[in-house]
């Protein structure tokens, strides 16, 4: 990789992301660019940066959508190479297209890799070929309600129809029979272009007792490693809100292979960056398949950070400059656990309904083994316009138990005042006995908040 110094960096991405990256990017030397939309003039990231621009009204696809916009801002503030950070255009690979075709470094993989990799499709075949093992399923479009009934009669009901190029949990619904896959299949492909224009679709095998399981890797195109894994299996709708590192009850022959499958596949395709591959382990067969490829930060990537002590985003700088890995496989290592939470926009008494307001109040928790990313300020109104992340609470300890005791006291100390949040209810998960005996899955929390009273049936 040919060396290309960095000197000014324009974030394109906002909130508590956009504020890590600004951090990263100084402790590096590198002078920061943020963008704003109307809705986000008063946020952190806008102050925190050297310099800020407004790139358009309040909407996304008017301003964090618009590729054009960007690139000129940076030419215009004169930047070398812009860092997408997650969701919005992270995952695009015309815009890594067009940010290297207008001469910047786009601080990430190739378009190619995006590319071939974000359609989930053609990465299964991808990976298949490299002989790792795949949730069983299509390994082609169904263009057909015809053909998916064929899958799914294959393989077996339950079954996911996806969303071929979807990503972050959405695109995706459940079939437990003929009749369900019929009565959603146009809803599924009508929804799957709505999000990612395109109505591309597959179908797979859904498996019930399976943890979610992801492997951080890292690259600079010869060299690539892991950072061991995370489970991310608390999620509601397939949206994480509790992330853990190292992943709990988790057998160490299945750790290991799936490390060194992760690893396996980032070398197959050459990969560059900081990226993420996933997994479903299905805890009644003892096995693990590859689910997808995140070609991007993480918005955990905080937790593996506090057990490896890697620096994740400044190592992403590094290799967009050129430089090969500053570690080894052999530097890395398990230190302790971290456990991240999510804290959301959202009412709990109100079927956890998204919020909006102005906080007029804010509490944070502090002291040892405590982290909190996070891009808001007081007076800021939290918009309806983007997602509804409003911090990530981070925690390290020892030990999980230790871990888990620390999360508790962290939440204690939280306070958010001007709009509904869901820390009450993160407080009693972080009390839970199924989350501290580390037994649970991908259907634990939506059971749980059921189960707790947190999702009422609506009357039609």
């Known amino acids: 990789m040919k060396a290309a110094r960095i000197s000014k960096i324009l974030v394109a991405n906002r909130g508590e992301i956009a504020v890590r990256v600004i951090r990263a990017a100084k402790e590096l030397g590198k002078k920061t660019v943020a963008i704003y939309s109307d809705a986000d003039r008063d946020a952190l990231h806008v102050k925190m940066a050297d310099e800020s621009v407004r790139i358009g ?15 000129s801002a940076a030419k215009d503030f004169g930047a070398d190479a812009i860092h997408p950070g997650y969701g919005f255009l992270a995952e695009s690979a015309e815009f890594a297209d067009t940010v290297q075709s207008e001469g910047l470094i786009f601080i990430g993989p190739s378009a190619e890799t995006i590319r071939s990799m974000g359609n989930k499709i053609k990465a299964r075949e991808i990976i298949r070929a490299a002989g790792v093992p795949t949730v069983p399923g299509s390994a082609i479009s169904s263009d057909s309600v015809e053909d998916a009934l064929d899958t799914a009669d294959a393989i077996g009901y339950p079954v996911l129809i996806k969303a071929a190029a979807g990503g972050g949990g959405r695109g995706i619904r459940i079939c437990n029979d003929r009749q369900d896959l019929q009565n959603q299949w146009k809803i599924a492909r009508s929804e799957a272009y709505s999000s990612f224009g395109s109505n591309e679709t597959y179908v797979e095998k859904y498996i019930k007792n399976a943890k979610h399981i992801e492997v951080q890797i890292l690259g600079d195109g010869v060299h690539q490693i892991h950072l061991l894994e995370r489970d991310c299996s608390i999620q509601r709708k397939r949206q994480k809100v509790w992330e853990e590192a190292p992943a709990p009850i988790l057998p160490g022959d299945v750790r290991a292979a799936i490390h060194q499958s992760a690893v396996d596949i980032a070398r197959n395709i050459h990969y560059s960056g900081a990226g993420t591959i996933e997994y479903l382990f299905d805890t009644d067969e003892n096995r693990f398949y590859f689910m997808e490829m995140n070609t991007r930060i993480q918005v955990e990537h905080g937790i593996t950070e506090e057990i490896t002590g890697i620096d994740i ?40 309904l998204p919020n909006i307001g102005k906080i007029s109040r804010m509490n944070w928790p502090s002291g040892p083994g405590v982290r909190v990313d996070h891009g808001l300020s007081v007076e800021y109104f939290v918009p309806p316009y983007y997602d509804g992340l409003l911090a990530k609470i981070i925690v390290h300890d020892a030990s999980r138990i230790d871990a888990l005791k620390r999360m508790a006291r962290a939440l204690d100390e939280t306070a958010i005042e001007g709009l509904k949040t869901n820390i009450k209810l993160l407080q009693a998960l972080s009390i839970d006995d199924g989350i501290m005996a580390g037994e649970f899955n991908t259907n634990y929390f939506e059971d749980w908040l059921r189960d707790n009273g947190y999702l009422k049936k609506v009357r039609s």
């Not at 009204?57 to 690139?71: E, N, R, T, W």
């Not at 080894?328 to 926009?345: C, E, K, L, M, P």
């Open 57 to 71: 009204p309040s909407p996304a696809k008017d301003s964090y959508l618009s590729m054009g916009g960007i690139i």
């Open 313 to 352: 985003v400044k190592e992403m700088i590094k290799i967009a400059e050129g430089n090969e890995l500053s570690i080894t496989q052999q530097d890395v290592a398990s230190r302790g656990a971290s456990i991240q939470v999510r804290v959301i926009a959202e009412d709990p008494e109100n079927n956890l």
